[in-house]
C-alpha cells in the first residue's frame, strides 16, 4: 500500500508568477484535501476535492485552485504568488469526504522570493 | 479567528517523565478532536482521537482527557522517549465530521535524556 505522495519536495519561485503542485493519493483513497502550513503554525485548510469537484473551501482567495483527477490524483495551482504563500503545501488523502483517516503526504516547500 | 487555542507553545520534558499539552476550543459543534504528530520534513501524522461522548480514551502511551463542559482536551505523554520530540497538534472537526481540520499552533516537544 503506497501513502501520499508528492511532488515536487522543494520548490523557489518569484512574485507573480504561477504555480504547480501535485498529490497522489493513497491507494483506495477518494479524497484529496489540501492544507497550507506557514513556518511556526498548524496547517490551514484550502479545499478539499471529491469525484473531481471542489467540496468545500477555506478562507483562501481565488486565486488558489485545485483539480482532481479521474485517479483521483489531484493539483493545487497558485497564481500570482505573494511573498506570504511561502509555506509548507500540505495534502491529505481519505476513503470519503469525511476527516477521519486523513493521510497526509510530506509537503511541498514553497518559498516566494 | 482562532477556533482552537493550544499551550504550551514548546515543553522541555525529562526522558520517563509526563508531557502534557492542552487545547481549547470555541465552535460547539466541534465533535471529533484528533491529536497529529510530525516530525521535521514530514506531515502530521495522527496518533489519537477522540469523541465528545468520552472523557478519556489511551492508547498505548498516548492519553487524550476530554472536557465538554470546559471545551478544552489535552494530550498526556506517559514515559516521553527522545523519540517523542516532534510538534504536536490539536485540531478539530464539527459535526458529522464535515470535511475540514481546524489545527491547533502546535507543541514542539523536546525530551532530553
Known amino acids: 500500500e503506497t501513502g501520499v505522495t508528492q511532488s515536487p519536495t522543494h520548490l523557489i519561485k518569484t512574485r507573480g508568477q504561477q504555480v504547480t503542485l501535485r498529490c497522489s493519493s493513497q491507494?483506495?483513497?477518494?479524497?484529496v484535501s489540501w492544507y497550507q502550513q506557514a513556518l511556526g503554525q498548524g496547517p490551514q485548510f484550502i479545499f478539499q476535492y471529491y469525484r473531481e469537484e471542489e467540496n468545500g473551501r477555506g478562507n483562501f482567495p481565488p486565486r488558489f485552485s485545485g483539480l482532481q483527477f479521474p485517479n483521483y490524483s489531484s493539483e493545487l495551482n497558485v497564481n500570482a504568488l505573494e511573498l506570504d504563500d511561502s509555506a509548507l503545501y500540505l495534502c491529505?488523502?481519505?476513503?470519503?469526504?469525511?476527516?477521519?483517516?486523513?493521510?497526509f503526504g510530506s509537503g511541498t516547500r514553497l518559498t516566494v522570493v | 479567528q482562532q477556533q482552537v487555542k493550544q499551550s504550551p507553545q514548546s515543553l522541555i520534558v525529562q526522558k520517563g517523565g509526563i508531557s502534557i499539552i492542552n487545547c481549547a476550543y470555541e465552535?460547539?459543534?466541534?465533535?471529533?478532536f484528533p491529536w497529529y504528530q510530525q516530525f521535521p520534513g514530514k506531515g502530521p501524522a495522527l496518533l489519537i482521537a477522540?469523541?465528545?461522548?468520552?472523557s478519556e480514551k489511551k492508547e498505548g502511551r498516548f492519553t487524550i482527557s476530554f472536557n465538554k463542559s470546559a471545551k478544552q482536551f489535552s494530550l498526556h505523554i506517559m514515559d516521553s522517549q527522545p523519540g517523542d520530540s516532534a510538534t504536536y497538534f490539536c485540531?478539530?472537526?464539527?459535526?458529522?465530521?464535515?470535511?475540514?481540520?481546524?489545527f491547533g499552533t502546535g507543541t514542539q516537544l523536546k525530551v532530553e535524556l
Open positions: 491507494s483506495g483513497h477518494n479524497t
Open positions: 465552535n460547539t459543534a466541534f465533535d471529533y
Open positions: 491529505a488523502s481519505s476513503a470519503g469526504q469525511e476527516v477521519y483517516g486523513y493521510t
Open positions: 477522540i469523541r465528545p461522548d468520552v
Open positions: 485540531a478539530a472537526s464539527p459535526v458529522g465530521g464535515g470535511n475540514k481540520l481546524t
